[in-house]
């Protein structure tokens, strides 16, 4: 069974974690997408996510997917909805016997996220204007 998921609320690291934990593989890599304070030379103060209804369907298929091809445990957890800088929007992880093997599953994990999972991004920015980016 493989963790993917969409909340609201802060994400949980330690399920991620669980959700890859193998008792045969010697490697694990969590990747954690953190808000940050700037993007384009612009100061950023928040950021507000939003996610179309299906947008956990996909997750799961990608994340389904990923650890069919790879053969690999593989989990993530995107959260949407008012986030603060610093706060985690993505865990994404990924266990190997070695650790090239996680590192490669858990960035592929994460780049297919970014391009399949229709999940949007308004940035809010210290000049008090907002806009969506990456659509």
């Known amino acids: 069974m493989t963790l993917a998921e969409i909340s609201e609320e802060p994400l949980d690291e330690a399920a991620i974690r669980e959700a890859v934990a193998d008792a045969a593989h010697g490697a694990t890599v ?3 997408g ?3 304070d700037h993007d384009g030379g612009q100061a950023v103060r928040a950021l507000d996510y ?3 209804p299906d947008a956990e369907r996909f997750l799961r298929e990608i994340v389904d997917r990923v ?3 790879t ?3 593989v989990a993530a957890s995107h959260r949407v909805g008012d986030l603060r800088i610093g706060d985690v929007a993505l865990f994404a992880a990924a266990s190997a016997g070695h650790r090239k093997e996680a590192f490669d599953a858990c960035e592929r994990l ?3 996220i970014k391009r399949g999972v229709p999940i949007w991004k308004r940035q809010h920015y210290e000049t008090g204007v907002s806009e969506w980016v990456g659509l």
Do not use: P
Request: aromatic content about 6%.
């Open 30 to 32: 969590m990747f954690a």
């Open 34 to 36: 953190v808000v940050r």
């Open 50 to 52: 939003r996610a179309h």
């Open 67 to 69: 650890a069919a091809e």
């Open 71 to 73: 053969g690999l445990r």
């Open 110 to 112: 994460v780049e297919e």
